[in-house]
């Protein structure tokens, strides 16, 4: 079945170290969104990629970072400058823009499972 | 700048009742789509709805339904005879026209319990 997977389910880290959190999409889509969760305070975009090889930053990209040199994976990393990292993570794709374009899928997110990341 | 406001944070009604989730958005755009997703504890956002700018008619889907109105930018949600199941974080998100460079910006959610 399509779908996003992001793992792991749960991840901690330690003071000083990055971790790096996983999303891979097999749904051909072009467009991939990392979005934090904190209690009261809704989805906040980090960083999203429209294309490969290509990303900008969301409202709240300090402390954070991706790469996109595949279509399928979308891999975040919260590095030791991301002071506050305890949040629950989540990925999502949405479809393309190109000639086979199928609108009720550009038009809405899939998400995956999410990330729960605490500090030890 | 866009917005999306959902004032209620947390809201209990007892099984069978209806209720209202609030959405207010804000948008300069003339073409932008407007959504509801639903969070069950398992954590996955779950799509229920997606609203174009251009089509003003409300949506009734088995017990939810949405109205959508233009002139005081909303785009409540309503659940009809309300079941424990329904018991989530539900967030209305905003984006615009869909080109390459659109965000979908989300409210802070409303946390929906149904009280059996």
């Known amino acids: 079945d399509g779908g996003i997977t992001q793992s792991p389910k749960y991840l901690f880290r330690k003071e000083g170290q990055n971790v790096t959190l996983s999303c891979e999409q097999n749904l051909n889509h072009d467009a991939m969104y990392w979005y934090r969760q904190d209690p009261g305070q809704g989805l906040r975009l980090i960083y999203y990629s429209q294309i490969v090889n290509d990303f900008q930053k969301g409202d709240i990209a300090e402390g954070y970072s991706v790469s996109r040199e595949k279509k399928e994976s979308f891999p975040l990393t919260v590095t030791s400058a991301q002071k506050n990292p305890t949040a629950f993570y989540l990925c999502a794709s949405r479809g393309g823009w190109g000639h086979e374009i199928d609108r009720s899928t550009n038009e809405k997110l899939f998400f995956g499972s999410g990330t729960q990341l605490s500090v030890l | ?116």
Request: hydrophobic share 35%.
């Open chain 2, 1 to 116: 700048a866009q917005k999306v406001t959902q004032a209620q944070t947390e809201i209990s009604v007892v099984e069978k009742e209806d209720v209202t989730l609030d959405c207010v958005y804000e948008t300069r755009d003339t073409t932008y789509y407007l959504f509801w997703y639903k969070q069950p504890p398992s954590g996955e956002l779950v799509f229920l709805i997606r609203r174009n700018s251009f089509d003003e008619q409300n949506e009734i889907s088995g017990r939810y339904s949405w109205n959508f109105q233009k002139s005081t930018s909303s785009f409540n949600f309503t659940i009809t005879a309300s079941q424990v199941v329904d018991s989530a974080v539900y967030f209305c998100a905003l984006s615009g026209p869909m080109n390459r460079d659109d965000k979908i910006i989300f409210g802070k959610g409303t946390r929906l319990h149904i009280l059996p």
